[in-house]
């Protein structure tokens, strides 16, 4: 606990009419009653606290009330709706999301330095991106590093890379996390898409001409917006949040839509019904956390990866040379 003495020592609050200062009780203070402290505050209840941490519910009690005893104060207030916490509580939790924040850091710089290219390698993106353009990368790699074993997890929503889920994002965004260390590799073009099969029907914007658009989570795709402003809201047809869905959902005939050209291109039955919209480009975004940046497993990924993307820039950026169907 030397890592939390001084972040510890200077959390004072008013307890009657005088102050407490901590600076001599940090020292009573363990990681496991931080812990402790910090699930209770997550999950509200004893029960859920001892399962979630593999503890009885009775040492639940007795920490807390010893760390209660130890600084003079209540952390909690026992309410029908559950243990929410106190002011008092509420410093102690923040001191422990930061001292796990420090040991994740840690344990993550010293193990994953003596594994070198062996162990495991977390990645995470988006299902549009994984589908057909990251597998066959991911593949490729795999088959010069038999030694790292690869976990993808699929999610529009950016895992923490601080919090030790997730070693390596692969991400569309204009906007990466402060946080990460990375690169942009390439900009991401948008086009307009139908069912191959339909080709000779409607044009995209004809009266009563069915689209597919997005919801949700990707409720703010400059996609999204672009086709609302242009589309009634009865010839939406149909909205996802996955743009792999939406790719699906064309193809299938469901109407027209706009999709990443390194998505809608190599989708079977699909077809470019029009040309690129340069307002609705976005970033592809290869990134890390700094403390693992140097690994040799992230490193040798984000070389091999960026080299990977790098050839295929023309695709990414919608400048293959495909038919498009005039609108």
Excluded at 85 to 103: C, P
Aim: glycine residues 6%; positive net charge.
């Amino acid at each position: 606990m030397k890592s939390s003495s001084k972040s510890a020592s200077s959390i004072q609050s008013t307890h009657g009419s005088a102050k407490w200062d901590l600076s001599d009780a940090v020292n009573q203070l363990s990681w496991d009653d931080l812990r402790i402290i910090k699930t209770l505050s997550e999950c509200r209840n004893r029960s859920a606290t001892a399962k979630k941490l593999g503890i009885n519910v009775s040492t639940v009690s007795r920490r807390v009330a010893q760390v209660e005893k130890t600084l003079g104060v209540a952390l909690f207030d026992h309410r029908s709706s559950g243990y929410m916490l106190t002011a008092e509580g509420a410093e102690l939790q923040a001191l422990g999301e930061r001292v796990e924040l420090d040991i994740v850091s840690v344990t993550r710089r010293v193990s994953r330095a003596s594994q070198g290219t062996l162990g495991k390698l977390r990645i995470t993106t988006s299902d549009s991106l994984l589908l057909y353009f990251l597998t066959p990368i991911i593949a490729d790699f795999k088959a010069l590093n038999e030694g790292i074993a690869i976990e993808v997890l699929v999610g529009n929503p950016t895992l923490s890379l601080a919090r030790d889920e997730s070693d390596i994002a692969v991400r569309a965004t204009t906007k990466p996390s402060e946080s990460l260390v990375g690169r942009k590799l390439a900009t991401i073009a948008w086009a307009p898409y139908g069912c191959a099969r339909n080709r000779s029907s409607a044009l995209p914007y004809a009266e009563d001409q069915a689209w597919v658009s997005y919801s949700a989570g990707l409720s703010n795709l400059k996609a999204t917006s672009y086709v609302e402003s242009r589309v009634a809201a009865n010839n939406i047809s149909y909205r996802t949040d996955s743009v792999a869905a939406a790719s699906a959902a064309i193809a299938a005939g469901l109407g027209f839509g706009f999709l990443p050209c390194m998505l809608g291109d190599i989708t079977p039955g699909l077809v470019r019904v029009g040309p690129v919209v340069d307002e609705l480009d976005d970033e592809l975004w290869l990134l890390t956390h700094q403390d693992i940046r140097k690994s040799p497993r992230v490193k040798a990924f984000m070389v091999f990866c960026a080299a990977e993307v790098a050839r295929q820039k023309p695709l990414i950026e919608g400048c293959s040379a495909l038919p498009a169907a005039s609108v």
